[in-house]
């Protein structure tokens, strides 16, 4: 099994997010969720516009878990949310497929895979890409690894910092520092 990457540089999610932009205020959206909330795939595919719609939090119960997850939406989803739900009913999905049904994880993937593609980006890339972008980035601002140990549900610090790909960084850095 390969394991997805983040994606490790800023200028990276935003060269993606102009991709994006580009297919549809949806596709741009779906990104920008994951790389902001730390959301399983299966637990954003399951939002509806009520999740959303005049909340200053998102409240959920984990798909793959079943805990009870609640977390702020940020100052750059908040507009875009408010914007995506205008005129939109309570119960419907917030993302739709062409067809009028729910997205699936399969599509999502696709549309998140073609747009790293298209950004020229060399990660291995997959919808779970975009909650360990909002791992690492989170760890870089922060350096606290036990909120983020929370966040995702983790058992260990040491777990998170693997997960978001730390482990691997520290590793190659001293590779590339060493000399004898």
Known sequence: ??????????????????????????DLLLFVTGTNCGLRISDILRLNVSDVRNRTHIQITEKKTGKFKKFPINSKLKPMLEKFTKGRRNDEPLFLSR????L????????????????????????????????YHHYQQ?????????????????????YIGIEQDEIDYTYNNFVL
Not at 3 to 26: A, M, S, W, Y
Not at 119 to 124: D, I, P, Y
Not at 142 to 162: C, E, G, M, W, Y
Request: charged share 35%; net charge positive.
């Open 1 to 26: 099994m390969t394991t997805v990457e983040p994606i490790r540089n800023k200028k990276d999610v935003k060269k993606v997010e102009k991709v994006l932009e580009k297919q549809g205020q949806r």
């Open 99 to 102: 067809w009028g049904h729910r």
């Open 104 to 135: 699936d994880r399969v599509t999502a993937y696709f549309i998140i895979k073609n747009a790293c593609e298209k950004a020229k980006l060399q990660e291995r890339i997959g919808t779970h890409s975009m909650r360990k972008t909002f791992g």
């Open 142 to 162: 922060f350096k606290d690894v036990v909120i983020l140990q929370k966040i995702f549900n983790h058992s260990s610090p040491a777990i998170t910092l693997r």
